[in-house]
């Protein structure tokens, strides 16, 4: 059974760093190339939003709110993923989510969260004033 784990979450003041991790348990994907690893967030009572995206290959795609302040990077070899979140502001809290599928998504179709496979439970970003 594929699960995905997510870890780094927390309280941060406004303007601060925090880094998520995330990892998918072996058999999750085909090959290195065949793959894209996300992260979403869900603030409360809103929908589930795309942040940032990789493939296997190393393609990256990004949220235009977080470009320029996050960085989203990956380890085939250990299935995981990584978000580097800097410069942290107050709309920036959600609950962030890891998701994965053994297609290597690409454009548009990295945003809908119909195209992932695999979820993880969340990781709570807090960013206080």
């Known amino acids: 059974q594929v699960q995905v784990v997510e870890s780094g979450g927390g309280l941060v003041q406004a303007g601060g760093s925090l880094r998520l991790s995330c990892a998918a348990s072996?058999?999750?994907?085909?090959?290195?190339?065949?793959?894209?690893m996300a992260w979403f967030r869900q603030a409360p009572g809103k929908g589930r939003d795309f942040v940032a995206g990789i493939t296997g290959s190393g393609s990256t795609y990004y949220a235009d709110s977080v470009k320029g302040r996050f960085t989203i990077s990956g380890d085939n070899a250990k299935n995981s993923v990584f978000l580097q979140m800097n410069s942290l502001r107050l709309e920036d809290t959600a609950v962030y989510y890891c998701a994965a599928t053994p297609e290597a998504l690409y454009s548009d179709t990295y945003y809908s969260t119909s195209n992932y496979d695999y979820w993880g439970q969340g990781t709570q970003v807090t960013v206080s004033s």
């Open positions: 072996e058999g999750t994907f085909v090959s290195f190339g065949s793959r894209t």
